[in-house]
């Protein structure tokens, strides 16, 4: 029997549905793919992976490297030797064979230095954001999430079996109107510590009171405020006083400041008991791998060591924006170590980025639907290792290959 060839068009069977020999050829079934790239293309929305060596001339201000100690010797020697002790993997998830005395340790540490109960590791600071969001509600919870959250939180939100109601940006009269409305029995309140498009910070200590007087609990992701805020770089939490408060969790990631990968949950020990026995991304998924664990436990010891690294990361973001300000750019006013720098459109943006990169300065490049303001940007992050010459040379660059339109 001849086959139709994906170009011929499919033939309905009565009443509308596909029938039998009307189903498509394999290599039309995900034509559709096509279609939607060349939209996102149309857009100036297409996104490609590029590979960089080991030792990269280009200066980096676009990871997340905050403190410059991804390859401190302190850190790769942390995470050589617990490889070599622990092995290449965790074997397992964290409840049956995935749990060493290195993840033990780990969790300890963090939560003396962050000022809480009790940690909690992930493989990913995604995971732990998805822990605790589905873990910490039931249908009988509203959920009331800033409009800026990171993508992590709103798929928790997603996941999450709550009512969500998505409030203002860092508008905590918003946050309290919402909860002086609800019929759930319980609520939660979710924000970033620092959002990580302009580098501004949530109001922390407002949208505390606004949780408290309305008996909610409070969720902030501090990815972007460990290492960075608090004294000492013990996070966002600690800078709002708020570290160890029982009505308080916080998620952290472990691939920004502590130059490694993972995350974890910090806060009430009932808190972290209950999400070991029922958040899913905890119990089903492969522990996070042991060089991982000893890599960001050689880093949180090295801050706790030089405590000082927070201090000039702040700095080094605040010389940035302002040198870039005095340019004629629209830099954002850093509250952390995140710059942005406003660009005309999408395509400008790409276009500045990667003209940045020829000239030896990698940059981020935020673009819808990545921004939920829709304005596309170049994302700059300070690190605390840069010296005054790299500021000065990216400054440079970054202001040289500016587009029309992008200066005041």
């Not at 080991?54 to 010797?73: I, K, Q």
């Not at 949780?211 to 805020?229: E, I, P």
């Not at 830099?331 to 720098?341: E, G, K, Y």
């Amino acid at each position: 029997m001849a086959h139709r060839t994906a170009s011929e068009p499919s033939v309905l069977a009565p009443g509308g549905a596909p029938g039998p020999a009307d189903t498509p050829a394999p290599a039309a079934v995900f034509d559709w793919l096509d279609e939607t790239a060349e939209l996102r293309a149309r857009a100036g929305l297409t996104r490609t992976l590029r590979s960089r060596p080991a030792e990269d001339p280009v200066l980096d201000l676009a990871g997340n490297d905050y403190l410059g100690l991804t390859r401190h010797p302190a850190v790769t020697r942390a995470a050589a030797d617990a490889a070599l002790r622990w092995g290449g993997g965790a074997t397992g998830s964290r409840l049956v064979t995935g749990t060493t005395a290195l993840h033990t340790e780990l969790e300890d540490e963090l939560a003396e230095f962050c000022g809480v109960e009790a940690a909690l590791v992930f493989s990913s600071g995604y995971t732990a954001n998805l822990a605790a969001l589905t873990a910490l509600t039931d249908p009988d919870t509203l959920i009331v999430s800033d409009a800026y959250n990171h993508a992590s939180l709103i798929d928790g939100c997603r996941l999450a079996r709550g009512d969500v109601h998505r409030a203002p940006h860092s508008d905590p009269d918003a946050v309290r109107a919402a909860l002086a409305g609800r019929t759930q029995r319980r609520a939660l309140v979710v924000t970033d510590s620092v959002f990580s498009v302009d580098g501004n910070a949530a109001r922390l200590p407002e949208l505390s009171a606004a949780a408290r007087s309305a008996g909610a609990a409070l969720l902030v992701d501090d990815a972007h405020g460990l290492g960075v805020l608090g004294p000492g770089g013990s996070g966002a939490l600690a800078a709002a006083g708020l570290a160890g408060e029982p009505d308080t969790v916080a998620t952290v990631t472990l691939s920004k400041s502590l130059g490694s990968q993972g995350g974890a949950v910090l806060g009430p020990r009932r808190v972290i008991r209950h999400l070991t026995e029922t958040a899913r991304t905890f119990i089903f998924d492969t522990g996070l791998a042991p060089a991982a664990a000893g890599a960001a436990l050689g880093a949180l010891r090295l801050l706790r060591a030089e405590p000082q690294r927070a201090d000039r990361a702040r700095e080094v973001a605040r010389t940035l924006a302002d040198r870039l300000t005095a340019a004629g750019l629209h830099a954002s006013t850093p509250d952390a170590a995140v710059v942005s720098v406003r660009a005309p459109g999408p395509e400008a943006a790409v276009a500045w980025a990667a003209d940045c990169r020829r000239a030896g300065l990698a940059v981020g490049c935020f673009r819808p639907p990545s921004v939920p303001d829709g304005v596309s940007r170049l994302r700059l992050t300070a690190r605390g290792d840069l010296t005054d010459a790299q500021i000065t040379d990216a400054v440079r660059i970054i202001a040289s290959l500016a587009p029309a339109g992008a200066t005041r």
